[in-house]
């Protein structure tokens, strides 16, 4: 009795532990949610929610301060899109060489490549990619400068793979190897068996490695700041641009107290909505295609 009653305290005092970890985490979002919500609604109010949102110019300096974000949504949007059409298919086709192909030796020195990615830091990447990618473009495409949106797109495209390919491989291998054998006892080839039933079965891990992807482009700054030249010009493949990260980075530092910084407020809140919608959309399609 007594080892049953000290079980059922210790239980209870690991659940109570594990629910309040958890409603430290919700209200740290929370506060999060609020803070930008009240620093960032006044600035909205003042500017005009149209003009500020369909604005296409930003001039926050001058006498006359414009703040339309228009340019930043849009080019953040363009960016992150690029990015996911280009890394999550590399991702995603590693990700399965990796967890059903590959040799173990081969797997090993890959798998060690890929957490190499993961641990480079930012600025890095984007050293790298202003001292080699932005020439590069310059050269190849003969344009003025090679500080683009495109130069901003091939770097998010690398950034992504680690956590495309390894929360995709966690999903493949999760996968009950019943599954397949049973698809290859009736004839299916190796090939057919992981794309029609592995991957169908690993379908919300590879779902999940998607957002992680899009939420890493969708957040990363100074990179992106590194190679897109950070200009307040509509996106354009060669052309300069600038994100909505990268606005509030490159002026909160000497943003003094008042519209502007208020404005760099309601740019952190548009793009905080932005990732809730995005993480939203995809929940509900995966709870759909599940019913379904």
């Known amino acids: 009795m007594k080892k049953n009653q000290s079980g059922r305290v210790f239980e209870a005092c690991v659940h109570g532990v594990f629910l309040l970890l958890g409603l430290i985490t919700v209200g740290c979002v929370l506060l ?102 932005v020439p590069g473009i310059r050269r190849v495409f003969h344009v003025p400068d090679g500080s683009s949106l495109l130069a901003a797109i091939l770097v998010l495209a690398v950034m992504i793979l680690p956590s495309i390919v390894k929360v995709s491989m966690t999903a493949l291998e999760a996968v009950p190897k019943e599954y397949e054998d049973a698809s290859l006892a009736l004839g299916a080839t190796p090939v057919e068996t992981w794309f029609r039933v592995s991957v169908p079965a690993a379908r919300s891990g590879i779902a999940a490695a998607v957002v992680l992807g899009v939420g890493r482009a969708i957040g990363e700054a100074m990179a992106v700041m590194m190679v897109s030249g950070n200009v307040a010009n509509m996106p354009s493949l060669f052309q300069s641009v600038r994100f909505l990260t990268t606005a509030v980075a490159s002026e909160m530092s000497y943003a003094g107290v008042g519209l502007q910084r208020q404005a760099l407020f309601s740019i952190a809140l548009v793009l905080f909505l932005f990732i809730m919608l995005i993480n939203a959309a995809l929940n509900f399609f995966l709870k759909r295609s599940k019913e379904g």
């Not at 006044?42 to 949102?53: E, K, N, Y």
Request: hydrophobic residues 55%; charged residues 10%.
């Open 32 to 133: 999060i949610t609020m803070y930008l919500v009240i620093s960032g609604i006044p600035a909205i109010r003042q500017i005009g929610l149209g003009s500020f949102l369909l604005g296409k110019v930003w001039a926050s300096t001058t006498s006359e301060p414009k703040f339309g974000i228009l340019p930043f949504i849009l080019t953040s949007v363009y960016g992150t899109a690029g990015a996911i059409v280009l890394g999550v298919p590399v991702g995603f086709f590693t990700a399965v060489y990796l967890a059903k192909a590959a040799q173990p030796k081969v797997r090993a020195v890959m798998e060690g490549a890929v957490s190499l990615l993961a641990g480079i830091p930012s600025v890095v990447y984007g050293l790298v990619g202003m001292l080699i990618l």
